[in-house]
T-cell receptor
């Protein structure tokens, strides 16, 4: 099955600096890579995703890059703000063979703290 | 309605109790999921329903019994749980485009039920 590794497990940055979180995956059949933000006591919320036919995607201060050959993908947050503080999970997804639901395999999470 | 709802928000139960968790969505999604999340850990997939049929059971103990009575509802019946089953139980849903090729279906998560087993 798929295995997703995520680094670092904790990351502290000063407000205004950039933050980068990296993930690797093992299954070359994975073709969809979402990133979720989870604030304490709340549900995971999708912040950005990337498909395997795209190398980079940007949405305001957030960008994701994908290197299919190396099976790496990364989340980049620029101009960080205190409200960016949360746990961030990467995930890799491939279709479930018996239907068209998708199985998400999550990384272990990164606790991002943005210091004011 | 672009939300997944879950009830109850909190549940405390004894090891001999029987209880149920409920999840509902009205986005027309035909794939629904149960996850278990322990503190400071990622969500772990438990069950997947696609078109109201169970398509994945990730070797979950039989004291957890899922049910999908219709395309909008997903239940998780709990019986004879152990204290180590205490966790946040998350429901999610996504589109399921059966018959099409590759799909990229965002999973929408509910707020979860915080379960404590005494």
């Amino acid at each position: 099955g798929e295995n997703v590794e995520q680094h670092p497990s904790t990351l502290s940055v000063q407000e205004g600096d950039s933050a980068v979180i990296k993930c690797t995956y093992s299954d070359s059949a994975s073709n969809y890579f979402p990133w979720y933000k989870q604030e304490l006591g709340k549900r995971p919320q999708l912040i950005i995703d990337i498909r395997s036919n795209v190398g980079e995607k940007k949405d305001q201060r957030i960008a994701v890059t994908l290197n299919k050959t190396a099976k790496h993908f990364s989340l980049h947050i620029t101009e960080t703000q205190p409200e960016d503080s949360a746990v961030y999970f990467c995930a890799a997804s491939n279709p479930i063979s018996s239907g068209s639901a998708r199985q998400l395999t999550f990384g272990s999470g990164t606790q991002l703290t943005v210091l004011p | 309605d672009t939300e997944v709802t879950q009830t109850p928000k909190h549940l405390v139960m004894g090891m001999t109790n029987k209880k149920s968790l409920k999840c509902e969505q009205h986005m027309g999604h035909r794939a629904m999921y149960w996850y278990k999340q322990k503190a400071k850990k990622p969500p772990e997939l438990m069950f997947v329903y696609s078109y109201e049929k169970l398509s994945i059971n990730e070797s979950v103990p039989s004291r957890f019994s899922p049910e999908c009575p219709n395309s909008s509802l997903l239940n998780l019946h709990l019986h004879a749980l152990q204290p180590e089953d205490s966790a946040l139980y998350l429901c999610a849903s996504s589109q399921a485009l059966f018959g099409l090729g590759t799909t990229y279906n965002e999973q929408f998560f509910g707020p979860g039920t915080r379960l404590t087993v005494l």
